[in-house]
């Protein structure tokens, strides 16, 4: 009985192995700095570290199958927006980087930036929409819409659907909110 199950997840977990990328490590970079600067004492220093064994594998486990790919795509880590360590411009012993379209030399997607919304402002539309124009701190400005059909809502950023829910799943946030909140 266990082999039938033990199986199947050994195989999962050496595929899932497989999306891993290298990259600047940062969410273990952020438990180590913890782990610093949680005590002066050396020795106190390393039996914290014992203690957060298990978490340290968890945070590589995190670097290596979410953020270090991310890091890797992006050009960019998404935690301490730094350049991949890849793209890091050195001496080299072989440059091929000029024999290579563009394409092949930078990072395919555009780094995740990271938008912090300084204002919004809210405005009805009608019994069935309204807008929220919002301000980002960089400047740039984009408009959230929630638009009811029917029993569902669609929610869009700047006319592209990013989300739908229904009036039910609405209604049980809105109890579950005000629960956690009394």
């Given amino acids: 009985m266990i082999n039938r199950f033990a199986k199947p997840i ?32 050396r020795y106190a ?38 350049p991949h360590i890849f793209d890091t411009k050195v001496d080299t012993y072989i440059d091929i980087n000029d024999q290579l379209d563009d394409s092949l030399t930078e990072a395919p997607i555009d780094p995740l930036a990271k938008h ?13 929409q309204i807008a929220i124009e919002l301000t980002y701190n960089d400047g740039s400005h984009a408009t959230l819409t929630g638009e009811r059909f029917g029993d569902e809502v669609h ?20 109890a579950s909110a005000e629960q956690s909140q009394g």
């Avoid at 912090?116 to 069935?128: A, C, F, L, P, W």
């Avoid at 929610?155 to 809105?174: G, H, P, R």
């Fill in 45 to 82: 220093r390393g039996g914290l570290n014992m203690l957060l064994a298990p978490a340290y594998g968890i945070t590589v486990a995190a670097d290596y199958i979410v953020f270090n790919s991310l890091e890797f795509w992006t050009g960019k880590n998404p935690i301490n927006k730094k």
């Fill in 155 to 174: 929610y869009s950023i700047d006319n592209q659907v990013i989300a739908k829910t229904s009036l039910e799943e609405m209604q049980m946030y809105m």
């Fill in 10 to 41: 050994i195989i999962s977990m050496s595929l899932v192995t497989l999306f891993g990328c290298v990259g600047s490590n940062a969410v273990t970079g952020k438990l180590m700095e913890f782990n610093v600067k949680a005590v002066d004492n």
């Fill in 116 to 128: 912090v919304i300084d204002h919004s402002e809210m405005r009805v539309i009608n019994e069935d």
